[in-house]
């Protein structure tokens, strides 16, 4: 996996590893273990989110799934909409609201360009 440590790799493959062969581990058990911090950019965005009263009434996995989202364009991931939505168990119409919303509401949208 290019661009992922090996530590995050072997973290990943064990928690992978403990929920197929319905081992009770939890996510926090592991990256204990590991060397790899599970806290990362979409929690900070879920935070931010709550702070600015951005996630109230919403549907907390379209609002994770934005989240990841966001995280992945910010880190240069290639994840598409449709690729989080699966995973989030959400439609792909929740992840793109919830995406404009957030970007929207967290000012991350890009600076205007100014024109002389």
């Given at each position: 996996?290019?661009?992922?440590?090996?530590?995050?790799?072997?973290?990943?493959?064990?928690y992978a590893a403990c929920r197929n062969s319905e081992t009770p581990r939890t996510l926090r058990e592991i990256a204990e273990?590991?060397?790899?911090?599970?806290?990362?950019?979409?929690?900070?965005?879920?935070?931010?989110?709550?702070?600015?009263?951005?996630?109230?009434?919403?549907?907390?996995?379209?609002?994770?799934?934005?989240?990841?989202?966001?995280?992945?364009?910010?880190?240069?991931?290639?994840?598409?909409?449709?690729?989080?939505?699966?995973?989030?168990?959400?439609?792909?119409?929740?992840?793109?609201?919830?995406?404009?919303?957030?970007?929207?509401?967290?000012?991350?949208?890009?600076?205007?360009?100014?024109?002389?």
């Amino acid at each position: 996996m290019r661009g992922r440590s090996i530590a995050a790799i072997a973290a990943a493959a064990l928690y992978a590893a403990c929920r197929n062969s319905e081992t009770p581990r939890t996510l926090r058990e592991i990256a204990e273990i590991s060397l790899v911090d599970k806290k990362g950019l979409a929690i900070n965005i879920l935070r931010e989110a709550k702070k600015k009263r951005a996630a109230s009434g919403k549907d907390p996995m379209g609002l994770v799934a934005a989240a990841l989202y966001i995280a992945c364009l910010l880190n240069n991931e290639k994840k598409t909409q449709k690729d989080i939505a699966e995973a989030a168990a959400v439609t792909e119409v929740t992840v793109r609201n919830r995406y404009k919303a957030l970007k929207r509401q967290l000012g991350l949208e890009p600076a205007p360009a100014i024109t002389f």
